[in-house]
Structures are given as C-alpha cells and as structure tokens.
C-alpha cells in the first residue's frame, strides 16, 4: 500500500492542478493510513535481525496453534467422559481453562507477527523516503552545477568578443 502511494506521488500524471504541497499532504495521509492498516504489510527482508525474530515468532505461532487444537480434542474427551468420574470433571474445567489461555496466547502471538510486520514496513518505508531524498538532493545539485556551467560557458564565450568591441579614444 505505502508503496503504490509513493509511486503515485513520484509519477507523471500529467494534471497541474495538484501541486507538490497537495501531493506531499495526500502522501503524508495515505502513509499514515498505510501505517495503521494491517492489510498487505511486507515480510521483514531476510538478512535482518527482524527476519530471524519474526520466523522463529512464526513458528512458535504455528506450535501454539497446534498444541491450541490438542487441547481442545482433550476438552472434548474430557467433556465426554466427566459425567463417569468426579476427578475427571475437575480435569476438564482445568483443560477448559488452559484452552481458553492457549487462545488469549495465540492472539497475542498473531498481534506480535502484525507488530513485526509493521516495523519492517516502518523499515522499507524509512529506506524508501532515505533514497527518495538522497535522490532529490542529487538531482538538485546536479541542476545547479550545470546552471553555473552554462553561466561559465556563456563568459568564456562572450570575453573575447568583449575585446574587440570599439572604444573611444582618450583626447
């Protein structure tokens, strides 16, 4: 998302109606509303310490998630079987209630990856802008410095003609 709205900024669409003020308010808005959505975030680049926290996050998601539905096939035993033993009751409000932990886990572990997830966007963004100003500021000095070649050349050009031009003579 972040991405396509710094494209659209950067890319010609011919209008002169907006102009960079605009363009640069409706960037700020669209990354901010990039920044709390939750749809379409980037994977952290591998390499990076945050790729390495977020894989191992992930499987332990994934492990949570399958020790989430052995409990729960164990509360359903249990469940079945509580009405035979009073001991097996208690152990089935005991399950209930490390299922119910298990889920609270589980959705804070996928809160966590959304999190990861968001800072390497918050990473890619940070590179992105970094390389978008560093770009600009490139192009800027290049301009000048062929505005003050233009300048120079038009001096070198012009000087000798400056000594042939007709002065009166001193009386």
Do not use: C, W
Not at 18 to 45: E, F, G
């Amino acid at each position: 998302m972040a991405h396509q709205q710094l494209n659209s900024l950067f890319s010609t669409t011919g209008s002169a109606k907006l102009t960079t003020k605009n363009k640069q308010t409706n960037l700020i808005r669209a990354l901010k509303q990039a920044a709390k959505s939750q749809v379409d975030l980037p994977q952290p680049q591998k390499g990076t310490d945050l790729h390495q926290v977020y894989q191992a996050q992930k499987k332990l998601a994934l492990a949570t998630d399958n020790l989430k539905a052995g409990n729960q096939q164990l509360a359903l035993t249990l469940t079945k079987l509580e009405n035979q033993n009073t001991a097996i009751s208690k152990l089935s409000v005991a399950s209930q209630k490390i299922n119910l932990g298990n889920q609270k886990i589980s959705q804070g572990q996928k809160k966590l990856l959304v999190g990861l997830k968001q800072l390497a966007q918050k990473e890619a963004l940070t590179t992105a802008l970094r390389k978008i100003k560093h770009s600009k500021n490139r192009q800027i000095s290049q301009a000048f410095s062929h505005t003050y070649l233009v300048g120079a050349v038009i001096v070198l050009i012009l000087s000798p003609i400056a000594l042939l031009t007709d002065r009166k003579p001193l009386t």
